[in-house]
């Protein structure tokens, strides 16, 4: 069973940068390969919002709001996804939540991982 677990939230200040990690635990390269791979965000009250996604052939997208200012990797030999944020701004304070989708396995949700940015 495939378990998603996110690391690198913290406190920044506005203007700062972080990058957040996500782990594929218990899976074999094949079945990694087989997800698309995305980050989403919520803030309380709020529904969760998809903030970037990336393919095994590493096409990505990104919410408009982060665009320019985010970027989303993934390295297959270590079954990871990455989200870099640059510029950060205190409206992208919220839970990031990493996402494993496919049309093969059921969807994954890792913990979440908090990010708060300080004016």
């Known amino acids: 069973q495939v378990q998603l677990v996110e690391s690198g939230g913290g406190l920044v200040q506005n203007g700062g940068s972080l990058r957040l990690s996500c782990a594929a635990s218990?899976?074999?390269?094949?079945?990694?390969?087989?997800?698309?791979m995305g980050w989403y965000r919520q803030t309380p009250g709020k529904q969760r919002e998809l903030v970037a996604t990336?393919?095994?052939?590493?096409?990505?997208s990104y919410a408009d709001s982060v665009k320019g200012r985010f970027t989303i990797s993934r390295d297959s030999s270590k079954k990871t996804v990455y989200l870099q944020m640059n510029d950060l701004k205190p409206e992208d304070t919220a839970v990031y939540y990493c996402?494993?989708?496919?049309?093969?396995?059921?969807?994954?949700w890792g913990q979440g991982t908090q990010v708060t940015v300080s004016n």
């Open positions: 996402n494993a989708r496919s049309s093969i396995y059921s969807e994954k």
């Open positions: 218990r899976s074999i390269l094949s079945v990694f390969n087989a997800y698309v």
């Open positions: 990336i393919t095994s052939d590493r096409s990505t």
